[in-house]
């Protein structure tokens, strides 16, 4: 797009969104003038509520999700089990199961996994503060929320072998059949899993 | 261009929102890379672990390029096979990532690591057996490398029996007795290096890993200015704390 079509506050605008996860240099185009189209409606308030974000959230220093509150809403939240915490790989994954609301109790997040591949040890991810908070802390089950991916079941071990010491139960996540899975579809690995987690 | 092969998995990245770029290593082309469109997929991810067997077809304009891979359903799914057994995985990815520390792309070379590499992962359920077989996959890497010890005879007389040690400079074995006075800065050699009938005992096991954990980082790694990765002593620590090789 030249300039002459559109200013340079438009085209940074549109870089910008181009940036975005989904988005690339065509799609960004129209989310810009969607917004552009719808200004006072849309333009202004996505830009405010950016603009507070930007300004407000903090990385809560307890577990490391996202809030505008420090300790975050989960880790202050007095209702919660304080016996039980759910080690996640990132925020997205604390996202989920509080959208599953299936567990109550209190999170980490480690930032990351294991990896040699990207030449990410034990000490880039939060392991060491992990282990801190389980030592001092009044938790009795440590349930690992990792991937189950090669990286992320590496990592969920050598959490398990670091928390040993500290004498609280560690569980991990099952892996198996999805619901609504059928089994003529899964691959022969999750096939085997399942079976052997059979219960 | 095309070409079709079995591989095994060596890593896979990300590239754009829903592609990965896999990294495998080939039955007869070496170490190979390629795009795969929507590997990055739910459904898909999962055979792209590393590890796994599978078949591949290449195309691309030119051998050098990049390329594009098309593949198959895995014909072994190991990682998943894996996933519950510490150790098991831990060797898997120490495995894949020395593999991927010492072949270069392209290099055909690499093919004589495949056929040692899929038995050894093929062996990984079977935890009374592929240490020891570790240690020969890793033996075995330094000769296909250019990098191999020569433990035919001993350096100091010639005679090919009673060879228990090997000289951390010149990689050659040495009859003990015949160098009592260097012993200590010598590296052990366990027997069932030399004699694939001997038994491997924890400590066999131990002093094999020591001598080609050193002949690995002070050679091979060091001929591509790398340090040896962390994941191969964070094996080495946990079979010692497991007991499968002695301190």
């Known amino acids: ?199 | 261009m095309n070409w079709s092969d079995e591989a095994i998995v060596l890593g896979a990245r990300r590239f754009g929102e829903s592609g990965l770029i896999l990294d495998v290593l080939t039955a007869s082309r070496g170490r190979r890379s390629g795009l795969v469109y929507g590997g990055a997929s739910r459904k898909k991810r999962a055979q792209y672990e590393p590890g796994n067997s599978v078949s591949v077809s290449w195309s691309g304009r030119l051998e050098d390029q990049l390329g594009r891979f098309d593949v198959a359903e895995s014909s072994r799914d190991r990682a998943a096979r894996l996933l519950d057994t510490s150790l098991a995985l831990k060797a898997l990815a120490t495995i894949t990532t020395l593999l991927r520390g010492v072949l270069d792309e392209g290099d055909a070379a690499g093919s004589a690591l495949y056929g040692p590499s899929l038995l050894l992962l093929d062996m990984l359920e079977e935890e009374g057996v592929w240490p020891a077989l570790y240690v020969r996959w890793e033996f075995g890497m330094l000769s296909a490398l250019g990098f191999g010890l020569d433990l035919s005879a001993c350096a100091l007389t010639g005679e090919n029996d009673g060879l228990t040690h090997v000289s951390p400079k010149t990689g050659r074995a040495v009859r003990g007795s015949e160098a009592e006075e260097y012993i200590d800065r010598l590296l052990p050699l366990p027997g069932f290096l030399i004699d694939s009938a001997a038994p491997a005992t924890p400590g066999d096991i131990a002093n094999g890993l020591r001598l080609t954990g050193h002949f690995l980082g002070e050679r091979l790694f060091a001929a591509y200015n790398r340090q040896l990765p962390d994941v191969r002593g964070r094996l080495v620590a946990q079979m010692q704390r497991a007991g499968i090789i002695a301190d």
């Open chain 1, 1 to 199: 797009m030249s300039e002459r079509v559109a200013g340079p506050e438009i085209l940074r605008m549109i870089e910008l969104i181009a940036k975005l996860p989904g988005l690339g240099p065509r799609s960004a185009r129209r989310v810009a003038l969607h917004l552009l189209k719808r200004k006072d409606g849309l333009l202004v308030p996505l830009a405010e509520a950016l603009g507070e974000a930007a300004a407000k959230i903090t990385q809560c220093q307890v577990c490391g999700n996202f809030d505008t509150i420090q300790p975050c809403a989960v880790c202050s939240a007095p209702n919660r089990d304080e016996t039980t915490l759910c080690v996640v790989e990132d925020v997205p994954d604390l996202w989920a199961l509080e959208r599953a609301g299936a567990f109550r109790g209190r999170y980490h997040v480690l930032g990351g996994v294991l990896s040699a591949l990207d030449g990410v040890g034990p000490d880039d991810l939060s392991i060491a503060k992990l282990v801190d908070r389980v030592t001092g802390g009044p938790f009795t089950e440590i349930i690992l929320a990792l991937n189950a991916t090669v990286d992320g079941q590496t990592t969920a071990h050598y959490i398990a072998e670091q928390l040993e010491p500290a004498g609280v139960t560690v569980t991990r996540l099952a892996h198996g059949v999805p619901v609504g899975g059928e089994l003529d579809h899964l691959d022969d690995g999750t096939l085997a899993t399942a079976l052997r987690a059979r219960r």
